[in-house]
């Protein structure tokens, strides 16, 4: 068996071998190969360092049947095949008697030798070839925010907040700033190219943000910094969650996506000539954005907990429409410095989402407004939470779902970001997001019982 890795020879590729050379380097006794499930929790497979070569000649194997919307028991045997250009070593695995390291893997069906259709990362890899054949890479960056608790005395997770900061606050009212420093220096080690950090609105929140990327080195991205803020959260006995709203009341975590399209090394979303210095093919992508909006909500705010942030009043977007000044709307055009730089910031997704799966869904919603040749609606300048609903009626405006179940409603009526998840994995996606809700639905919070348990 033999892949990309394996030179005709059947020898190793420069980019395995030069992974094998780190390996010595470095002391790396374990390595990790990580890939995700379709609802975005991060899997691995550790073997030893010895087990590298084989890893890349021949793959490692796995129980498919085992993970949340892979396969059927009797489809079970899965193959990882690791990425040479993901290789890390991990910032707390490091000591005197050696490290770990981790590889990003795509996932092989066995009984065809072909990528597996449920495989998220393969999911976005058919999106970027989609965007590819029509002339265009794609380029992304994330803004994830989190939250920092205090753990109690058994080392579970609390909703105390770890310091009382608001918005770019500093110590001592921000004291997790030690945390985030920690944070940076661990991802740096791995490779990212750090652009800030800071303290968010909320007490306990944070922001850390990453350079734009490629894609798929977004998303891969994406899911690394989420293991890593854990990992060394958990360093001073402190849990950070990517939750998007774990305390009512108070703003909550979102992963506001920055998205731009190249063609031939230059910026096919910059016009000097248009008032917001937007091409007629950047207004067309963000059209169709918001044209499968309600759809796209149910994989980029995937949770029953993510409707708890989209309600207006939390700075948080709810209303279909875009600005290139307010943040009231589900989709910003930021100010540029230079023509590179031009691009549009969806604000809805959070945190709580698949990195692989809602970045193409909107490259594909985006793509379709480009093949659709779909008009952008005039920007709204205005405050619009401070409209009432005469006035959004009159301006056109509609509203995102308002839980996970409408959600769910609008992706299985809308084809194309069907099209972008492929069947399985929307079918495996929302049956196992209506469960979800079906949960949810007939569960009785505590909200509940303090209202009504003693008023009836």
């Avoid at 190969?33 to 609802?39: G, H």
């Avoid at 695995?93 to 990362?121: N, Q």
């Avoid at 990517?242 to 090394?265: A, C, E, Q, V, Y």
Wanted: aromatic share 8%; with cysteine; glycine share 6%.
């Amino acid at each position: 068996m033999t892949d990309e890795h394996t030179a005709p020879d059947g020898g190793l590729t420069d980019e395995a071998q030069a992974v094998l050379d780190e390996i010595d380097e470095k002391d790396v006794d374990f390595l990790r190969l990580q890939f995700t499930d379709i609802l975005g929790t991060i899997k691995n497979v550790a073997v030893p360092a010895s087990q590298a070569e084989k890893a890349f000649t021949e793959g490692i194997y796995f129980d498919g049947s085992s993970i949340e919307g892979f396969v059927r028991i009797q489809e079970s045997d899965m193959r990882l095949k690791p990425d040479p250009e993901t290789f890390a070593v991990l910032p707390w695995r490091t000591d005197e008697s050696g490290s770990s390291a981790r590889l990003i893997c795509d996932v092989i069906d066995t009984s065809t030798g072909e990528p597996f259709t449920g495989d998220p990362r393969y999911v976005l890899k058919q999106a970027l070839a989609r965007a590819e054949e029509m002339g265009y890479e794609v380029n992304a960056a994330p803004e994830p925010e989190f939250f920092l608790f205090e753990e109690d005395e058994n080392g579970r997770a609390t909703t105390n907040t770890a310091d009382q900061g608001g918005y770019f606050d500093v110590a001592p009212k921000d004291l997790a700033s030690d945390v985030r420093r920690d944070i940076i220096y661990g991802l740096e080690s791995m490779g990212f190219e750090m652009e800030a950090s800071h303290h968010e609105v909320a007490r306990g929140q944070h922001e850390i943000n990453f350079e734009y990327d490629d894609a798929l080195t977004t998303a891969d991205n994406v899911a690394t910094f989420r293991m890593v803020v854990r990992a060394i959260a958990a360093e001073h006995d402190l849990h950070a969650t990517f939750m998007p709203k774990p305390i009512p009341r108070i703003n909550g975590s979102g992963m506001h996506t920055h998205i731009s399209l190249f063609t031939d090394g230059e910026n096919a979303f910059h016009d000097d000539d248009d008032e917001f210095n937007l091409s007629e093919t950047a207004h067309a992508f963000l059209a169709g954005i918001l044209e499968h909006a309600p759809a796209l909500a149910a994989v980029t705010n995937p949770t029953v907990n993510s409707y708890k942030r989209l309600v207006p009043g939390y700075e948080a977007p709810v209303y279909v429409a875009w600005s290139d000044r307010n943040r009231s709307a589900l989709i910003r055009k930021p100010a540029a410095r230079v023509p590179a730089a031009s691009r549009i910031e969806a604000r809805f997704p959070d945190p709580s989402c698949n990195p692989y799966l809602a970045l193409a869904a909107l490259i594909h919603a985006g793509l379709d407004g480009i093949e659709q040749d779909l008009d952008a609606p005039d920007p709204i300048r205005e405050n619009i939470y401070e409209f009432d609903e005469a006035k959004r009626e009159e301006y056109g405006i509609t509203t995102l779902p308002s839980n996970l179940g409408e959600a769910l409603d609008a992706l299985e009526a809308d084809e194309v970001v069907q099209s972008a998840l492929g069947s399985h994995v929307t079918e495996k996606f929302i049956e196992a997001k209506t469960h979800e809700y079906d949960e949810f639905r007939v569960d009785v919070s505590q909200w509940e019982l303090d209202q009504y348990l003693e008023k009836f």
